[in-house]
């Protein structure tokens, strides 16, 4: 085995030969190598340029995550308990709006997607006395990509959604550089409907939150991801 190879090995020693580490010492051994041809290629002794090639690289910690593991039963019990309060909450935000004729579909569909959370809420607590600590892994790079694109996705869906509002009914008045007139009470709060419940739907990047949050706090052994 050559020094590269050595060192390489040191570097990951007592980590877990998964296919992400060997995929990385591979990539890191051939760093090392382009490293030392290049630089006794410029007229350095091998041993000196092996010996710089190596300073540059001490150690892989942060480069290597080795997949994390939550209790199944209390992370799904919470994750239920949580997306069914804030299903509520979403849900007595969107009676109002009754009133004005918006988003009327959304607020008879909320209570329905409260009791199914509420039954299986039930379920899982019920099952939970006489199960096992089931563990399931997770990775935490992965978890926190889901949780990214869901706040991105939930912000560009309320962007759209607001342009949509504003082209509907100010877009005329934009276009033609006429001021907006509100009739009274009534033609502002149905306005100011169709620019609130979008923002209900926060409660789906809130709940990849919750999911993240609740699959290091139930992580199997009790160490916690940053």
């Given amino acids: 085995m050559n020094p590269l190879q050595e060192h390489v090995?040191?570097?990951?020693?007592?980590?877990?030969p998964t296919p992400q580490v060997r995929e990385l010492k591979a990539e890191i051994l051939s760093n090392l190598e382009a490293k030392v041809a290049d630089l006794t290629?410029?007229?350095m002794e091998y041993s000196l340029a092996v010996e710089a090639a190596k300073s540059n690289i001490t150690s892989v910690?942060?480069?290597?995550?080795?997949?994390?593991?939550?209790?199944?039963?209390?992370?799904?019990?919470?994750?239920?308990?949580?997306?069914?309060?804030?299903?509520?909450?979403?849900?007595?935000?969107?009676?109002?709006m009754r009133l004005f004729q918006v988003a009327e579909n959304l607020s008879l569909l909320l209570p329905l997607i409260a009791v199914v959370l509420g039954i299986l809420y039930l379920?899982?607590?019920?099952?939970?006395?006489?199960a096992d600590s089931k563990t399931a892994s997770f990775n935490h790079t992965s978890a926190v990509r889901s949780r990214t694109l869901a706040w991105i996705i939930?912000?560009?869906?309320?962007?759209?959604?607001?342009?949509?509002?504003?082209?509907?009914?100010?877009?005329?008045?934009i276009w033609f550089g006429r001021p907006l007139h509100?009739?009274?009470?009534?033609?502002?709060?149905?306005?100011?409907?169709?620019?609130?419940?979008?923002?209900?739907?926060?409660?789906?990047?809130l709940i990849f939150s919750a999911s993240l949050r609740l699959k290091m706090k139930h992580e199997a052994g009790g160490r916690h991801v940053d």
Avoid at 192 to 204: D, E, F, G, K, M
């Fill in 154 to 173: 939930w912000g560009i869906f309320v962007l759209a959604m607001t342009m949509s509002t504003t082209a509907v009914h100010m877009g005329s008045n």
């Fill in 182 to 205: 509100i009739s009274g009470p009534y033609q502002f709060g149905t306005l100011a409907a169709h620019y609130a419940w979008p923002l209900v739907t926060i409660i789906i990047p």
């Fill in 9 to 16: 090995e040191k570097l990951f020693a007592g980590y877990k």
């Fill in 41 to 43: 290629g410029d007229g």
């Fill in 123 to 130: 379920l899982v607590r019920g099952s939970a006395a006489g």
């Fill in 61 to 96: 910690e942060g480069l290597v995550e080795e997949p994390a593991s939550y209790e199944v039963v209390k992370y799904r019990s919470e994750l239920l308990q949580t997306a069914l309060l804030y299903s509520l909450i979403a849900w007595i935000i969107t009676i109002p």
